[in-house]
Structures are given as C-alpha cells and as structure tokens.
T-cell receptor, first 114, second 113 residues
Framework: AQKITQTQPGMFVQEKEAVTLDCTYDTSDPSYGLFWYKQPSSGEMIFLIYQGSYDQQNATEGRYSLNFQKARKSANLVISASQLGDSAMYFCAMRFVTGNQFYFGTGTSLTVIP | KAGVTQTPRYLIKTRGQQVTLSCSPISGHRSVSWYQQTPGQGLQFLFEYFSETQRNKGNFPGRFSGRQFSNSRSEMNVSTLELGDSALYLC????????????FGQGTRLTVV
C-alpha cells in the first residue's frame, strides 16, 4: 500500500532561520514522484518542488530544497531563510507513473515567528 | 499562462440538494483530478479525467460524479448532499496525469447546512 507520513503536526521557526519538514513514504513501486505543496489559509495548493525517484540529485527551487534519501524512503523539505509569508500548511505527496492520483500526508503547519 | 480556475469559490447548500463544481485546467493540460479535503479525513482522491474519460476513481459513493468536456474543463456533481460533504474541493491540472507538473486551483469551499 502507498503511504505518506508527516510526523510533525506543527512547527515554529524564527524568521530568517532554516527549517526542515519531515516526510517519509512507503511504496514497493520503483517509479514515483514526490511533491511538496504549500497551502495558505486561502486554500489554494501551491506547488513548491518535485523529486523523481530516479533523480540522482536533490531538487532545489529557490529557497526550497528536497533532501531525498531513497534508501530511508524520506523526502524532507528544507526551507532556507524563512519569511513571514511561509506560514502555512505544507503537504508532502506521492504520485506514480502507473497511476495518476496523489497520495497526501496529513500536513505540517508551519508558523514563522518575527 | 492562466492558472487553474475553480468556480464558485464558496457555496452554501441545504441537505438533500445537489451541487455542481467547475474546474478549468491550465491551457494544454488534459488531465483533471479532484480531491476532497476535510479536517478529519485530510485530502482524499475523488476521480481523474483525461481526454473526457474517467481514468481513475477513489472510494466515494455514487452520489459523487464528474465529467470532462472536449476543452478539458471538468465538472463534478454531488447529489443528495449530506452534512459530511462539507469540505474544500480541489482540482488538479496536469498535462497527462503523471510526471512533474501538477497544479491545483484555489478550491471550492462547500458548506452543507
């Protein structure tokens, strides 16, 4: 069965500091993609970053980087230099080449403190 | 390039009524999938349409249905509304349903009273 686990319901970080949001996954399928989305209180899911299971290097997008450890089945999101606007829910998700639905974690609520 | 557009943004309906939600994907994207988000159940997959055909369906009752038009716009319909259908409904747009691109709309917040 496919499963995404986010063990941190809530996180706090000081403005301008870096923060790591944890995500582990479980699958026996060798081909998959891992996504991180940000959901502010408005509800929209904003795409942040993508990592393919065969990608050799960790993905980076601006202040976001994905720490991909395939053997440990983890895909942690690192946000550098946190900003007040980063306060939101963050969801880790997985999708497969053989299918097309997302499997989501339960999310982590991040609060950036001035 | 316009993003994913969902209409309406907010809806209030009475138990027993039916509702139709709309999703216009990014131009060129042929896959549209729908998700229900509730505080208790999180994000759950409803169904996915690709080139007007339903390709995949989640574990929801038959009251939930959808369709996709030739211009890739999609609608989902919920009949005989129940209080438990109150949720944020999100649609996701992608070129083919797999791969690196998947963008969500702002969602439709449905309240059933």
């Amino acid at each position: 069965a496919q499963k995404i686990t986010q063990t941190q319901p809530g996180m706090f970080v000081q403005e301008k500091e870096a923060v790591t949001l944890d995500c582990t996954y479980d699958t026996s399928d060798p081909s998959y993609g891992l996504f991180w989305y940000k959901q502010p209180s408005s509800g929209e899911m904003i795409f942040l970053i993508y990592q393919g299971s065969y990608d050799q290097q960790n993905a980076t997008e601006g202040r976001y980087s994905l720490n991909f450890q395939k053997a440990r089945k983890s895909a942690n999101l690192v946000i550098s230099a946190s900003q007040l606007g980063d306060s939101a829910m963050y969801f880790c998700a997985m999708r497969f080449v053989t299918g097309n639905q997302f499997y989501f974690g339960t999310g982590t609520s991040l609060t950036v403190i001035p | 390039k316009a993003g994913v557009t969902q209409t309406p943004r907010y809806l209030i309906k009475t138990r027993g009524q039916q509702v139709t939600l709309s999703c216009s994907p990014i131009s060129g994207h042929r896959s549209v999938s729908w998700y229900q988000q509730t505080p208790g159940q999180g994000l759950q997959f409803l169904f996915e349409y690709f080139s007007e055909t339903q390709r995949n369906k989640g574990n929801f009752p038959g009251r939930f249905s959808g369709r996709q038009f030739s211009n890739s716009r999609s609608e989902m319909n919920v009949s005989t509304l129940e209080l438990g259908d109150s949720a944020l409904y999100l649609c996701a747009s992608s070129p083919d349903g797999v791969g690196t691109e998947a963008f969500f709309g702002q969602g439709t917040r449905l309240t059933v009273v």
